[in-house]
């Protein structure tokens, strides 16, 4: 998606034309595209936050249980008095959930409080998926979370604007032998003299690292492909080596989950 | 290097020769470079095994003492009845350690026992340097355990295979903000109708994701970057964001650590 700055009416209208031409069972869409990101300031955002109750999830549960398919997407949360980079994921039976942003990147911190919710799961068709937000792939603990939770699918919205990502992803979905679908907004955003040009190259990963699809850095629309979820089951990487019981946790440092 | 399977001399000469042809002050060998990899069976590598005392380490020590520079390569190691897929450090003051690899790959199952010792680091003029083998790359937690105790440098022996490790050790690099340093071989070998062609690519990637060199996937030589190690000590990718202080062991799953 190319999204416009401060228009949410305009964004969500535009994703829910988007989503109208697919049939999608799951629909991806990047992080913050109703809101679009650069914001100055938690008062400058605030006007735009929404929770469960708000314009951008009512529009999208309608239209998920129109076409019977599930949806997730990047926005701004608003809960008390804090603002949350946050995604929800709804589907045919409603609002499944919501992930908060753990790793906030540079002046987010600024503006969101950093995710204060437990790594969880969505069940969709009986298999798993979990939902991260850009910054969030530079951690390799976030998607080995999720998999050793039992995800098949990860699910991360993004406004990628340094060039490593969807490279990087290609070793997440190695190592933990799960499914990535990025979905990263295109096109540019000024504030002052600063410029953030997002990348694009959104894409389908699958568990042996292929890449089903990657789209380009500056084209718009909706990217299909057709995955078995269940091939995520499979953690043998050889016939001899299954990379979840490969694991020697009793060699690796007891700091990766110490600060 | 390319290698003579079951020849320890020739290999261990053409190391040397290759070696002096250096001024590096760190040089990195591939995994199992003076045997060979495709032995059938313990009893078959057991007459090319060897222990600190043994013809490959020893000579090692005498050129890393006249050269006064530091050197770590693969060799399989025999302790009483086990042999282990080891590499060696050594340096102008002696031997500095022996890791032994914790991940085994395929049919290495079949001969070698996994790795037993714990990760530690070596210093190397004041800079932490630790050492892995080739399949322990699709780990994060090596890598991660290493930075979190202090890399600066990752020494990475490798007879890779598969042609996805070159491009994961960027992903390796950045997220942990170290160097890597892959030495791979390049060449074949077969057993019975089981070939297998090594990819090559040796390379070293600085903290920020740059690959400073790569080599190509059937040149031999010794390739050489000069590198600046305090730049691993700078955990800082954006003035907001440290990626050891952002991480968020609250939220990140247990199982990490448990099997």
Redesign the interface.
């Known amino acids: 998606m190319n999204i416009k700055f401060a228009d949410v009416s305009y964004n969500v209208e535009h994703a829910l034309d988007l989503i109208k031409r697919s049939d999608a069972r799951l629909i991806v869409l990047p992080e913050l595209f109703n809101t679009g990101y650069m914001f100055d300031s938690p008062e400058e955002i605030l006007a735009f936050a929404e929770d469960k109750n708000g314009f951008t999830i009512q529009s999208f549960l309608r239209i998920a249980k129109e076409k019977n398919c599930y949806i997730t997407g990047g926005f701004a949360e608003k809960e008390r008095d804090k603002i949350y980079n946050s995604s929800f994921l709804v589907g045919p039976e409603g609002l499944s959930g919501i992930y908060r942003k ?6 987010e ?1 600024k503006i969101f409080s ?2 204060n919710l ?2 969880r799961l969505y069940n969709i068709d009986g298999f798993n998926a979990g939902l991260m937000i850009c ?1 969030d792939w ?5 998607a ?3 998999a ?2 039992g995800a098949d699918i990860i699910c991360h919205s993004a406004n990628l604007v340094l060039p ?1 990502c969807p ?2 992803l ?3 979905a ?2 933990n032998r799960v499914f990535f679908i990025l979905s990263n907004r295109i096109g540019k955003e000024s504030m002052g003299d600063r410029i953030l040009r997002f990348i694009g190259k959104s894409e389908i990963v699958a568990p042996d ?1 292929d890449v089903l699809l990657r789209a380009g850095t500056d084209t718009e629309g909706i990217f299909e492909a057709e995955i078995e979820p269940s091939m995520a089951r499979d953690k043998n ?5 299954n ?1 979840f ?5 009793d ?9």
């Open positions: 753990v790793h906030l990147f540079r002046d911190k950093p995710g437990p790594l910054f530079l951690f390799p603990e976030i080995r979370s999720y050793l939770m490593y490279d990087a290609i070793t997440r190695l190592e690292g990487i050889t016939p001899l080596n990379i019981e490969d694991r020697r946790c060699i690796y440092s007891e700091k990766i989950l110490k600060k």
